[in-house]
């Protein structure tokens, strides 16, 4: 038709756009050339100033040429005056604002600018700081701007309460910035630090023993009540808002959550027949570093220090054999320390005339260890918090946030009271969050777990039984240290996990109608007589070789496993575990 | 004067430049159709423009103007045989009524001012000594209305028409009588800084996703453009202004919504979007009903049911959640609210299609229009036209708004729209930022309709900084003094009192009916198949004949138009481009409706048409020549042009293309008395090759 505006075709734009981009590679790649045989030579010039420029431009996530610049800049430092090197750097500033526009998210533009912005003899901070909120008001998730932010609000001492401000209008904008929300409780603590409590000691245990100092909690992560309740407030509209965003239910585990717990010796156990003193701490470390020391009626020993499995490095367990005969004698009263040395702390025991054992430890009542997940804020705040979650539950029966944290609140109020409400809440967690189910089955173990521990402690007994509770998992074993019974039988579990070793009191061992099939954790278990190992899955003897290494196992029963299809198996486990004299199978 | 004849053969000649025939513009010249766009108004835009502070004011004089009494000439001897004339009206008198003009403003340097301004002030003056007397006794008004000439005649009849003004009529502090001194921006500061005014006549905003913005971005028409988005939506309740929240953000931060209901709305809302058996069952009950039933409570109804749906009490479930639905569709593409405004006003929509159409070869006249049809008596076509100097013109097709029709030809507009345009000293919810775009909506009250309220602050490039525009728009019960004062008296303060007065001050309003342009129809007989008619602007859809159209044309099916029926008044750009799109069809069956607009540098020019790109190099790289470039480097698409804002006012320097734009947009506007803006500033056409421009031929 007359009169139209000819348009060019499609396959006339793209040789166009073809034969342009060609030109482009031409240059780009001749300038690089360039680039990298100045650098070779050693040449720290304007000129190269130039080349990498126009290549950096163009693609701002080549390393090498970042490098080079930075080469070029401190020699041309070295050469120049103040006021010249301030000129340089700040024409480098802009040149990396453009930069920043092609790719906002460019690793070397950020690093550079930090590096830049530290070399800078008059740094202008006020112009950082509106560049990063301009960056983040664009993209407020861009992480790179984050962290140079944090680094210019380190340099140039921007006050904490401006940048809470700061995060409360990020925040304002859009909630689900998990950025904002963390950089929030790094800062609450700084402007509203929470007072500290009278740490919680007391001394439990039968036998006779003595008290440890008082191990202080840490304190300098909380935040004051006042301010906490504000919190509370802001993080419970972000939640109703939405309460499919994690971000919101995240930082308010984090506000309802405590610090870690000290590094503390959190037992002492001495076995006058083994010889062995076992050490508990409240934290994994590594004691073979030397940081651990035994001092036996006043004499240093020299302890050679070993961890349960030789799987951990790490281990919240370690224990030590005394040179034979140093405490064999049941007349004798043995008074022991132990020192550990990185941490400034100490444990006494006394071995009493006559007694065969002996400890001192912390009761994990004492300690509410398993909430330490959550707030030993007041109550009366929790109770109010689990109200306000509950009734968002009504509202979203099936959201798995609410249902999570709920559980998470009535295990912080009342552990032991609420355990039916939590079983139900697991059950409909794993229904409307299958693809997780096995998360909230290990989870719901461990608070299993421990609320048996809590009734054990509460009976004051050593005997562990948790059966016929779909345990999957099994943890927070190095509190049965002492544990000479345990009962895990009818369960799902699949193995005895390494950490089973840390029950060096055991002496019983019932684990049927799991769905068990790896023993390494029954290693070296110094006491230990009978395992009952009904219906599970161990298959080969080679599963069975860890329990060789324990001395006195004398009854072992193995009905119901595969094994016991195995040809020979009487003849081959009499040769693997000679000391075994009742075997069933 | 231009003295040079126009071409005298086009292929569609489109009488008026509001937004339908500026639309049907573009789309025509886009496919190559020779357009000539006529508007005997010395502005663009007709009933759409944007007018600054003393443009306003001109344009207030010349509507209480008297119609000039239209010439009768004998155009015959332009005429065959078999053929007749059909005149048209050469003046719109009919569309604006009940023009009522009221200053608050210190009066003080009143004397300096231009002899126009001063007269123009007079006249307000005059109003304002009226209005207050009007309390006292009708007798007085009536002689006050014998001094205010005829040209006032058909307003003052309208006034007598209506009830009595209610008691509490603005009494504003007698002019001359100087105001305590508040650093208040007084009359002479408008007036000085009124180029920095851009004052709409119609109000309305775009839904983000509605058709108008999708059009502006398929055509590329909205490279020519820059959009804000309205940052908050507020309602009036309870004598309170409220903020909604209606988006995540807001529910987040509002302060008004327990935890609970934050959660209901939430809900509510993200459960909205898809149709359930539970919504079906309350097909053709009232929204509200449904709403009471989800046990939202009285807040979150309020909410949604006037400023999120924006419907009325008794609007059926189904409409109400199609309203909710298009608001929550357009929710967030933009900002926080559904809601795009054009900065520099509402005006340069039209404009921006009328560029496009010149771009490609549409040729332009305003204070200019035609005389007459020439119709063909046997195939009952329009085959030329008569321009208003006396020149025969021959087309295809005629496009032309209602107004251009004889006034005998239609019946008197059944609806009008109520406007109400103020300047004020604050905003109605003064918040930590002065640069908010607010939409308001007042549900209606007591017999008093919906009334629709926009707030621009300075930001939106409407008015000047420490000011605010407000226009109000509602359907009209009465005139639109009576259907809109009662509401400013109660949100603002029209007359000095208390300073624990936290309300803004009126600095200046102005309030007028305009002819609601959906509800005309025509009468007698039948034009010619190929004369179309675009109706002007629009406020509801509400009747039958729209929405059977709709239906009958098939493509936006009844689910669309839902969508826009709730709307009155404020956002509805859905009819225009749906009417310029059915014109376009009618005449160009085969064409497509406004495609994507070429880059220039994808243009091929003549005898450009073998050679390669090298070739043509000068004159695609001269940017100098070629603002279509720049523009296009700038603005591709409204959604980058917001990045491009957010960027812009993040930085601290003021961005150079924004003034560069409020300039070019002065010259527009400052040429008014160039009789004949012939290509008006569009370099383009000039490298429109000979073959193709249509002047040359």
Redesign the interface.
């Known amino acids: 038709m007359h009169g139209r505006v000819k348009v060019k075709t499609t396959a006339q734009q793209e040789e166009e756009k073809k034969k342009e981009r060609e030109k482009k590679l031409k240059v780009y790649v001749a300038a690089r050339d360039a680039c990298f045989s100045k650098r070779k030579d050693g040449v720290l010039d304007d000129e190269a100033l130039q080349l990498t420029q126009q290549l950096l431009s163009a693609n701002p996530d080549f390393a090498t040429l970042w490098n080079y610049r930075r080469e070029i800049l401190t020699h041309l430092e070295t050469v120049k005056d103040e006021d010249e090197a301030q000129k340089i750097y700040e024409a480098e500033l802009s040149f990396l604002e453009s930069c920043l526009k092609v790719n906002p998210k460019s690793y070397g533009s950020w690093h550079h600018r930090g590096w830049v912005s530290a070399r800078l003899p008059r740094p202008d901070w006020a112009r950082e700081l509106s560049l990063c909120d301009r960056c983040l008001s664009l993209d407020d998730r861009n992480f790179h701007c984050w962290d140079y932010r944090r680094m210019v609000v380190k340099m140039s001492g921007v006050p904490v309460k401006q940048e809470l401000e700061f995060t409360d209008r990020l925040i304002g904008s859009n909630f689900s910035n998990y950025s904002s929300w963390h950089y929030r409780s790094t800062l609450l603590p700084l402007l509203h630090p929470g007072s500290p409590e009278p740490p919680p000691s007391r001394c439990g245990g039968d036998p006779p023993h003595s008290c440890s100092p008082p191990s202080p909690q840490a304190h300098f992560h909380r935040v004051c009540e006042e301010q906490l309740l504000k919190e509370y407030e802001l993080v419970q509209n972000a939640f109703f808002t939405d309460p499919n965003d994690q971000s919101a239910w995240f930082y308010y585990r984090w506000l309802l959550g405590r610090a870690e717990r000290e590094e503390v010796i959190s037992c002492a156990y001495v076995s006058r027949e083994q010889e062995r003193v076992a050490v508990a701490f409240s934290r994994p470390v590594n004691a073979q570093s030397g940081g651990l020391l035994l001092v036996l009626d006043g004499q240093p020993q020299r302890a050679e220090w070993r961890s349960v499995h030789p799987h951990f490095k790490h281990s919240p367990v370690w224990i030590c054999d005394l040179p034979p005969g140093t405490i064999s004698d049941v007349a004798n009263e043995h008074n022991l320390t132990v020192h550990w040395t990185e941490k400034h702390t100490h444990r006494d025991c006394a071995l009493y005339t006559g007694r065969s054992e002996s400890w001192c430890r912390d009761t994990a009542t004492d300690l509410e260890l398993f909430r330490s997940e959550l707030s030993v804020e007041k109550t009366s705040v929790l109770q109010s918090e689990l109200q306000s979650v509950n009734q968002l539950q009504e509202l979203e029966p099936l959201n798995k946030w609410c249902l999570l944290t709920i559980i998470l609140l009535m295990r912080a109020l009342d552990p032991l009271g609420y355990e039916k409400e939590t079983l139900a809440h697991f059950q409909t967690l794993k229904e409307v969050d299958s693809v997780r189910s096995a998360y909230y089955s290990d989870l719901c173990s461990k608070f299993m777990i421990e609320n048996t521990i809590l009734k054990m402690e509460y009976a004051e007994v050593r005997v562990f039984s948790i059966s016929d509770r779909n345990l999957t998992t099994l943890c927070h074993l190095d509190q049965l240290l002492l544990v000479t019974h345990i009962n895990l039988s009818s369960n799902q579990l699949r193995r005895l996990p390494p950490q089973f070793a840390m029950l060096q009191c055991l002496e019983v061992v019932e684990a049927d109608n799991n769905s068990i099939e790896n023993l390494e954790g029954v290693y070296h278990l110094p006491k230990l007589e009978e395992v009952s190992l009904k219906n599970n899955k161990i298959s080969t003897l080679a599963d069975l070789q860890p329990l060789a290494s324990c001395p006195k196992l004398r009854r072992l029963d193995l009905r119901g496993n595969p094994v016991t299809q195995t040809a020979n198996v009487e003849s081959e486990l009499a040769e693997l575990l000679p000391s075994v004299a009742d075997l069933l199978l | 004067m231009a003295t040079e004849d126009l071409p005298s053969d086009f292929d569609i000649v489109i009488l008026g430049t509001g937004l339908a025939e500026s639309v049907v513009a573009a789309a025509c010249s886009r496919?190559?159709?020779?357009v000539l766009h006529l508007d005997r108004r010395s502005y663009y835009a007709a009933n759409w423009a944007s007018f600054t502070f003393n443009g306003l004011l001109t344009w207030i004089q010349e509507q209480n103007e008297e119609p000039k009494p239209e010439e009768v000439r004998d155009w015959s001897g332009l005429t065959e045989e078999g053929e007749e004339l059909i005149h048209l009206s050469q003046a719109d008198s009919a569309s604006i009524t009940n023009l009522q003009v009221f200053s608050y403003a210190s009066e003080e340097e009143e004397e300096e001012e231009a002899a126009n301004t001063t007269e123009e002030e007079k006249a307000a003056d005059e109003e304002v000594v009226k209005e207050s007397s009007e309390t006292e006794s009708a007798d007085s008004k009536e002689e006050e209305e014998e001094k205010e000439g005829a040209g006032e005649e058909e307003e003052q009849a309208n006034q007598a028409e209506g009830e009595e003004p209610e008691a509490d009529q603005p009494h504003p502090s007698s002019p001359g009588q100087s105001e305590p001194s508040r650093e208040k921006i007084s009359y002479a500061q408008l007036v000085k800084e009124g180029r920095r005014f851009n004052i709409d006549l119609v109000s309305k905003l775009m839904f983000s996703r509605g058709s108008l913005v999708d059009l502006l971005i398929k055509s590329n028409v909205s490279r020519y453009a820059e959009f804000k988005n309205v940052t908050r939506i507020l309602t009036y309740r309870h004598g309170n202004i409220e903020q909604v929240p209606c988006s995540?953000?807001d529910?987040?931060?509002s302060r008004q919504l327990s935890?609970?209901e934050?959660?209901?709305l939430?809900?509510f809302l993200t459960s909205c979007v898809e149709e359930t058996e539970e919504q079906t069952a309350y097909h053709g009950r009232p929204y509200l009903e449904f709403l009471r039933d989800q046990q939202l409570g009285d807040n979150l109804q309020h909410f949604l049911l006037h400023s999120i749906a924006m419907v009325a009490e008794d609007t059926p479930t189904e409409e109400g959640l199609a309203s909710t639905r298009h608001f929550l569709r357009s929710l967030g593409r933009y900002g926080n609210t559904p809601f795009l405004f054009p900065v520099y006003g509402l005006g340069e929509i039209p404009q921006c299609f009328c560029r496009m159409s010149a771009v490609?070869?549409g040729i332009y006249c305003l204070r200019h229009s035609v005389h007459c049809l020439i119709v063909d008596r046997d195939a009952n076509r329009c085959k030329a036209v008569i321009d208003s100097r006396g020149q025969r013109i021959s087309c295809s097709h005629v496009v032309m708004e209602t107004s251009y029709l004889d006034r005998s030809k239609v019946a008197t507009p059944p609806r009008f729209l109520s406007r109400a345009v103020l300047i004020t000293d604050s905003s109605v919810l003064p918040s930590e930022s002065n640069q908010q775009i607010s939409m308001v909506t007042v549900p209606p009250e007591g017999g008093s309709p919906a009334v629709k309220m926009v707030e621009l602050s300075s930001s939106s490039m409407t008015c000047i900084p420490g000011t605010y525009l407000v226009h109000l728009t509602c359907r009209s019960v009465g005139s639109a003094h009576q259907d809109l004062s009662p509401l400013v008296t109660r949100m603002f303060r029209t007359t000095e009192s208390q300073e624990e007065d936290r309300r803004p001050s009126v600095l200046w309003s102005l309030y007028f009916n305009m002819a609601d342009g959906m509800a005309s129809q025509v009468e007698g007989q039948p034009l010619p198949s190929n004369v179309h008619i675009c109706h002007g602007p629009d406020s509801a859809l509400g009747h039958e004949d729209a929405v059977q159209q709709v239906r009958h044309l098939g493509s936006p099916g009844p689910h669309r138009w839902y969508c826009v029926k709730g709307y009155h008044g404020l956002q509805l750009f859905f009819f225009c481009c749906f009417q310029a799109a059915s014109i376009f069809q009618r005449i160009l069956p085969e064409e497509e409706f406004c495609p994507p607009a070429?880059n220039p540098e994808?243009?091929?020019?003549d005898g450009d048409?073998s050679s390669t790109?090298e070739d043509r190099g000068d004159m695609g790289q001269d940017d100098g020549q070629n603002p279509e470039q720049n523009q296009n480097q700038e603005n591709p698409d409204p959604e980058q042009n917001q990045?491009q804002e957010?960027?812009n006012q993040?930085?601290?320097n003021p961005d150079p293309e924004q003034n560069q734009n409020q300039e070019n947009r002065n010259q527009n506007q400052e040429n008014p008395d160039q009789e004949q803006n012939q290509n008006q500033g569009n370099p383009e056409l000039q490298r429109?090759g000979p073959?193709?421009s249509?002047s040359s031929s």
């Open positions: 496919v190559g159709q020779r995540r953000a529910v987040f931060a935890v609970v934050k959660r209901k939430m809900r490609f070869g070429p994808d243009i091929v020019y048409n790109g990045n957010n960027r993040n930085q601290e429109v073959e193709e249509p």
